[in-house]
Structure formats: structure tokens, C-alpha cells
């Protein structure tokens, strides 16, 4: 328990160094397990299963949020395929010249060897990715949804890497998979009667860990592939969106594990150091590639360089592959601390491009060549306010709420916005003006500048750090109208005044005045009964979402 209890002070104080200087956390927990490392404290055996749940649980509710029709998408599937081959090439190629030049660790190489490590540098990081974009709020943005794709399209691809190294296929009974389908609609009636407590989350821990992972791994399938799987085949469930939510904190705090223990892996001396920052190098190039393919594709500049700079980093799966590797006898030991401290450092270069925000983004997309705009992605072409005197960005519970009090009360023209697609479909069809767009998208506000009879922007979306985005790109875009933001926390309502937010409002207490209006005019709420105000669906009658 001591030797626990340190390893917890030290996450906790590099996590909050991070933090202090405007780093992500997770970057102070990967320094902690070198520090950890380096000062020799010992073992805790329950690291790795900590680690082990946490990216079980990270993948569950990726398939919980996951639409799989995403996945036969061009931009997903022909991308993720094209990368995996130029990558490896090109990987392969740096590395040889590297050990023609005479580089230690890559000397004397075969080049089956060094292609096997260009391999595993071509995956990037699931756990990574997913953690940036949650931060941001923006898992369900064009360029999030379409990241996740390219990772379960590689996490595809590791299966199929695993099953054909491993020299063993998976057992006979794996076709009796097919019939999870039929089992989880029987599960999903179960759900329905839990309730909305520790029961619903203990369902949701027993689907990933039990019809999941350890079911897919009996089988000989990889068991991470199977809570994802059984995340998606749950995802119709109407309260999927609340399970995720409420399973968020738990899997956060079990990630701690998985990224303290990649500096445990080892620590490196000066050869090794050099070959990974060669690595990290190539990171750049990664990137780039990924551009090309997406604008190719037909998505915006913006929404490839978003996507590109979220994959700018190397995957735990890359461990994987080189412990394979080692297995095999075509890797020496040493690579797998060659890879854990490129992968380490793969992170913070990640973390620290990714934290600069959408405007640098902005500026570079405006110095690439101009698109058509009717020749992009349907979902990448411009919307029109119209004659909209206000726009409400983000159209969950609270911003339907607003829409809906807005137009009905004060007879306001409001169209509402959400880059949820689906979401605006159902809304569509209950008669509301709505449009398909991110309000993280600058050029998003200049088009909205230039309809003179927008007067008020309203920032309704459930995360603060969508709406600071949002309200930046407002700003930048020379926007002069009123702006109203919703927040959950006492702190953020004090950034958004300071920040020029004209009307900044507590969610929590806009619901407890709601109540006591309703308690005084004894009339039923409007948002319907039993409002969770932390949702982000909206309450559509006759729509069970």
C-alpha cells in the first residue's frame, strides 16, 4: 500500500505540474512513470490490470458513441488503408537510410526488421486521440467522428495482425459471435429497468469486461475488440449516451494507470534516445500524409488538419507489435523501451500542437489553395442563417429549451445549430430550423457575420471547452452581437464574464429557477419529466431519444 500510496503522489503532483503550465495532465502522468522508473520504487502488480480496464472501458463507450456507418465512409476506410501502406514505406525507407548512416540501434538491421518497426509507428494512439477529443468536446465534430473511424479501422487491422502472428487461428466457436446480436436486445430490455444509478454503470463495467472482453479473448480475439463491439451493439439504447457519461470519471481515472505504466516500460541511455526522437520526426510527415489523403477525400483543409494533427503520435498498439517482435526473435529487447519512449514523446509533441487551438489551425488552412465549396463533402458545404435574428449553437436539453422559449415566447426568429447529424435529422422532422454545422469552425462565424440579421449568438453546448473554442472563433470572426453561454461550474461562469460574454448562466440553477416557476404557476416543466440538465440530447416528443 506504500509503495501505491507514492506512486499516486507522484502522478498526482506531475499531473498537476502539467496542468500549472498549460499542458494536459496526461502528460505529467507519463512523466511519472519515468520518474517512478528511475527512482526504483517497486512494483504494484495492479497497474497493468488498472491500465488493462481502463482502455476496456475507453473503448466501450467509443462504441457506445460510435455510428459504424462511418466506417464504410471513403475518407475512413480507403485512408486508413492508403496511410498504413505509404507509412510503412516511407517508415522503412528513413529507417534504412538511418542505419546505412550508421546509426547504433538501426545497424545491421534487416530490412524486414525495420519494416516490421515502420509498422508499428504507422497506428496511432485510440486512448489518446479519444481522451483530446473528449476534452474538446468534440468527438461527435466532423473531423472527430472521422478520426475514430481511421482508429477502429486500425484496430481492425491489429486484430488481423495479431491472429496472423500469434500462428494460431481462433477457435471454432468465435462464429457463435453472431449471436451477441440477438443477446443484446434481450440486454437492452435488462438496462431499461436499472434505473439511472450505480446499477446502470454496473451494467455497463460487466458488458465491457464479461460478453466483451473475456468472452472475445476465450475465443482467441482480442478482448479490447470485443468491448467495442458490444459498446456498438448496445449504442441504440436511449440511455447510451448516460451510461457513457456516467462511466466517464471511472475509465479517466483507470487511463492514469495505462499511461504510468508506458514509462515503466524503461529507461532510455543516449542511443536509444536518438533513434526515438528520429521517430518523433517522422511525426510531421504522419501528419502531412494524412492531409493530403482527407483533402483528397473532399474535406475541407480544416477538418484534414484537425483530424491529421489528432493522429500526429504513435499507439500503445506499437508496443505490441514490437513485443511480437521480440517474441519472434526479430526485435532485440531494447526496442521495447525504444518504443515506449518514442511513443511517450509522440504524446507530448501531440499534446502540446493539439493544445494551441482552432485558430492556428484556421491560419494555416487559409494559407492552402482555395476549394470549391460544391465540390467538398456534402457535410463540409456552408449552411445559411438566413434571416435568423439569433442562432443557437448546440442543440441538446438546454439549447432546445432556449430555441424553443425563444421562439414560442418571444416570437424571435432562431435557427439552431449541432454538428450532430443524426440529431438534426430527428429535429428536422419535428418542424424546428436547424442546420448541420460546428460552431468551432471560424469560417462557420464569418458566414454568419455576413448575415446582418444575426443579432444574438447563444453557446448552448454541454462542454465549456467547445464553448471557448466557439466563443474565440466568434470573436476572431469580428462577430459584435450579443453573446449568452451556458456553463455547469460557478468558475466557468466567472471566465466567460471576464472573457466578454455578455450573459454567462449556471445551467444547475437555471433548472432550480426553473422549478420554482413551474412549483408557482403549477404548470408541467417544458423540457419534460425527470431533465437531466448534464444531458446533451434533447427531449423531442414522441422521439424516445
Same mark, same amino acid.
Given at each position: 500500500?506504500?509503495v501505491?500510496?507514492i506512486?499516486?503522489?507522484?502522478?498526482?503532483?506531475? $499531473?498537476?505540474?502539467?496542468?500549472?503550465?498549460?499542458?494536459?495532465?496526461?502528460?505529467?502522468?507519463?512523466?511519472?512513470?519515468?520518474?517512478?522508473?528511475? #527512482?526504483d520504487? $517497486?512494483?504494484?502488480?495492479?497497474?497493468?490490470?488498472?491500465?488493462?480496464?481502463?482502455?476496456?472501458? @475507453?473503448l466501450?463507450?467509443?462504441?457506445?458513441?460510435?455510428?459504424?456507418?462511418?466506417?464504410?465512409?471513403?475518407?475512413?476506410?480507403?485512408?486508413?488503408?492508403?496511410?498504413?501502406?505509404?507509412?510503412?514505406?516511407?517508415?522503412?525507407?528513413? @529507417?534504412?537510410?538511418?542505419?546505412? *548512416?550508421?546509426?547504433?540501434?538501426?545497424?545491421?538491421?534487416?530490412?524486414t526488421?525495420?519494416?516490421?518497426?515502420?509498422f508499428a509507428?504507422?497506428?496511432?494512439?485510440?486512448?489518446?486521440?479519444?481522451?483530446?477529443?473528449?476534452?474538446?468536446?468534440?468527438?461527435?465534430?466532423?473531423?472527430?467522428?472521422?478520426?475514430i473511424?481511421?482508429?477502429?479501422?486500425?484496430?481492425?487491422?491489429?486484430?488481423?495482425?495479431?491472429?496472423?502472428?500469434?500462428?494460431?487461428?481462433?477457435?471454432p466457436?468465435?462464429?457463435?459471435?453472431?449471436?451477441?446480436?440477438?443477446l443484446?436486445?434481450?440486454?437492452?430490455?435488462?438496462?431499461?429497468?436499472?434505473?439511472?444509478?450505480?446499477?446502470?454503470?454496473?451494467?455497463?463495467?460487466?458488458?465491457?469486461?464479461?460478453?466483451?472482453?473475456? #468472452?472475445?479473448s476465450?475465443?482467441?480475439?482480442?478482448?479490447?475488440?470485443?468491448?467495442?463491439?458490444?459498446?456498438?451493439?448496445?449504442?441504440?439504447?436511449?440511455?447510451?449516451?448516460?451510461?457513457?457519461?456516467?462511466?466517464f470519471?471511472?475509465?479517466?481515472? @483507470?487511463?492514469?494507470?495505462?499511461?504510468?505504466?508506458?514509462?515503466?516500460?524503461?529507461?532510455?541511455?543516449?542511443?536509444?534516445?536518438?533513434?526515438?526522437?528520429?521517430?518523433?520526426?517522422?511525426?510531421p510527415?504522419?501528419?502531412?500524409?494524412?492531409?493530403?489523403?482527407?483533402?483528397?477525400?473532399?474535406?475541407?483543409y480544416?477538418?484534414a488538419?484537425?483530424?491529421?494533427?489528432?493522429?500526429?503520435?504513435?499507439?500503445?498498439?506499437?508496443?505490441?507489435?514490437?513485443?511480437?517482435?521480440?517474441?519472434?526473435?526479430?526485435?532485440?529487447?531494447?526496442?521495447?523501451?525504444?518504443?515506449?519512449?518514442?511513443?511517450?514523446?509522440?504524446?507530448?509533441?501531440?499534446?502540446?500542437?493539439?493544445?494551441?487551438?482552432?485558430?492556428?489551425?484556421?491560419?494555416?488552412?487559409?494559407?492552402?489553395?482555395?476549394?470549391?465549396?460544391?465540390?467538398?463533402?456534402?457535410?463540409?458545404?456552408?449552411?445559411?442563417?438566413?434571416?435568423?435574428?439569433?442562432?443557437?449553437?448546440?442543440?441538446?436539453?438546454?439549447?432546445?429549451?432556449?430555441?424553443?422559449?425563444?421562439?414560442?415566447?418571444y416570437?424571435?426568429?432562431?435557427?439552431?445549430?449541432?454538428?450532430?447529424?443524426?440529431?438534426?435529422?430527428?429535429l428536422?422532422?419535428?418542424?424546428?430550423?436547424?442546420?448541420e454545422?460546428? *460552431?468551432?469552425?471560424l469560417?462557420?462565424?464569418?458566414?454568419?457575420?455576413?448575415?446582418?440579421?444575426?443579432?444574438?449568438?447563444?453557446?448552448?453546448?454541454?462542454?465549456?471547452?467547445?464553448?471557448?473554442t *466557439?466563443?474565440?472563433?466568434?470573436?476572431?470572426?469580428?462577430?459584435? $452581437?450579443?453573446?449568452?453561454?451556458?456553463?455547469?461550474?460557478?468558475?466557468?461562469?466567472?471566465?466567460?464574464?471576464?472573457?466578454?460574454?455578455?450573459?454567462?448562466?449556471?445551467?444547475?440553477?437555471?433548472?432550480? #429557477?426553473?422549478?420554482?416557476?413551474?412549483? /408557482?404557476?403549477?404548470?408541467?416543466?417544458?423540457?419534460g419529466?425527470?431533465?437531466?440538465?448534464?444531458?446533451?440530447?434533447?427531449?423531442?416528443p /414522441?422521439?424516445?431519444?
Amino acid at each position: 500500500m506504500t509503495v501505491a500510496a507514492i506512486y499516486l503522489v507522484i502522478a498526482f503532483g506531475l $499531473g498537476g505540474l502539467a496542468m500549472a503550465v498549460r499542458l494536459p495532465p496526461l502528460v505529467g502522468f507519463l512523466a511519472a512513470g519515468f520518474v517512478i522508473n528511475a #527512482l526504483d520504487i $517497486g512494483d504494484v502488480p495492479q497497474l497493468e490490470l488498472m491500465a488493462d480496464l481502463g482502455v476496456t472501458l @475507453l473503448l466501450f463507450a467509443i462504441g457506445l458513441k460510435l455510428d459504424v456507418r462511418i466506417l464504410l465512409r471513403r475518407e475512413v476506410w480507403l485512408t486508413t488503408s492508403i496511410h498504413l501502406v505509404v507509412s510503412v514505406v516511407l517508415g522503412t525507407t528513413v @529507417l534504412w537510410l538511418a542505419a546505412v *548512416a550508421g546509426m547504433a540501434m538501426l545497424s545491421g538491421q534487416s530490412t524486414t526488421t525495420i519494416a516490421l518497426l515502420a509498422f508499428a509507428m504507422s497506428f496511432s494512439s485510440t486512448v489518446f486521440v479519444v481522451k483530446v477529443l473528449e476534452e474538446r468536446g468534440e468527438s461527435h465534430a466532423l473531423y472527430g467522428r472521422v478520426a475514430i473511424g481511421v482508429l477502429v479501422m486500425q484496430d481492425i487491422v491489429a486484430v488481423v495482425f495479431l491472429t496472423v502472428t500469434s500462428g494460431t487461428l481462433p477457435s471454432p466457436w468465435a462464429v457463435t459471435l453472431v449471436l451477441l446480436w440477438p443477446l443484446t436486445r434481450i440486454l437492452r430490455k435488462v438496462w431499461s429497468g436499472l434505473g439511472h444509478g450505480e446499477m446502470q454503470s454496473l451494467f455497463g463495467i460487466v458488458m465491457a469486461l464479461v460478453p466483451g472482453y473475456a #468472452l472475445f479473448s476465450a475465443l482467441g480475439l482480442k478482448g479490447d475488440l470485443g468491448a467495442l463491439i458490444i459498446g456498438v451493439l448496445l449504442a441504440s439504447h436511449p440511455a447510451s449516451s448516460e451510461l457513457s457519461r456516467s462511466l466517464f470519471h471511472v475509465k479517466e481515472l @483507470l487511463l492514469v494507470g495505462f499511461f504510468v505504466s508506458i514509462g515503466l516500460s524503461g529507461l532510455p541511455d543516449v542511443p536509444s534516445l536518438g533513434v526515438a526522437l528520429l521517430m518523433v520526426l517522422l511525426l510531421p510527415l504522419k501528419s502531412v500524409l494524412y492531409l493530403v489523403l482527407f483533402a483528397m477525400m473532399k474535406l475541407r483543409y480544416r477538418t484534414a488538419l484537425l483530424a491529421g494533427l489528432s493522429l500526429m503520435n504513435y499507439s500503445e498498439f506499437g508496443l505490441i507489435v514490437v513485443s511480437v517482435g521480440v517474441t519472434t526473435g526479430l526485435l532485440a529487447p531494447a526496442w521495447l523501451v525504444e518504443m515506449s519512449i518514442a511513443v511517450a514523446l509522440s504524446f507530448v509533441v501531440s499534446a502540446l500542437v493539439n493544445g494551441r487551438g482552432h485558430l492556428m489551425v484556421e491560419k494555416i488552412a487559409a494559407r492552402l489553395p482555395d476549394q470549391d465549396d460544391q465540390s467538398l463533402h456534402p457535410e463540409e458545404r456552408s449552411g445559411d442563417a438566413g434571416d435568423a435574428e439569433v442562432v443557437v449553437i448546440g442543440m441538446g436539453r438546454v439549447g432546445f429549451a432556449a430555441y424553443q422559449r425563444l421562439t414560442e415566447h418571444y416570437r424571435l426568429s432562431v435557427v439552431g445549430v449541432d454538428y450532430d447529424g443524426p440529431r438534426i435529422r430527428r429535429l428536422a422532422e419535428q418542424g424546428l430550423r436547424v442546420l448541420e454545422g460546428d *460552431a468551432t469552425d471560424l469560417d462557420f462565424w464569418n458566414q454568419l457575420r455576413h448575415s446582418e440579421s444575426v443579432r444574438i449568438a447563444v453557446l448552448a453546448m454541454p462542454r465549456h471547452g467547445a464553448n471557448v473554442t *466557439a466563443l474565440a472563433c466568434l470573436r476572431e470572426s469580428g462577430f459584435s $452581437g450579443t453573446v449568452a453561454a451556458v456553463a455547469r461550474y460557478d468558475d466557468e461562469v466567472q471566465w466567460a464574464k471576464e472573457h466578454g460574454v455578455d450573459i454567462a448562466f449556471n445551467v444547475y440553477a437555471g433548472a432550480g #429557477l426553473e422549478l420554482a416557476d413551474q412549483v /408557482g404557476h403549477g404548470a408541467p416543466s417544458p423540457l419534460g419529466d425527470g431533465v437531466d440538465p448534464e444531458s446533451d440530447e434533447p427531449h423531442i416528443p /414522441g422521439n424516445s431519444r
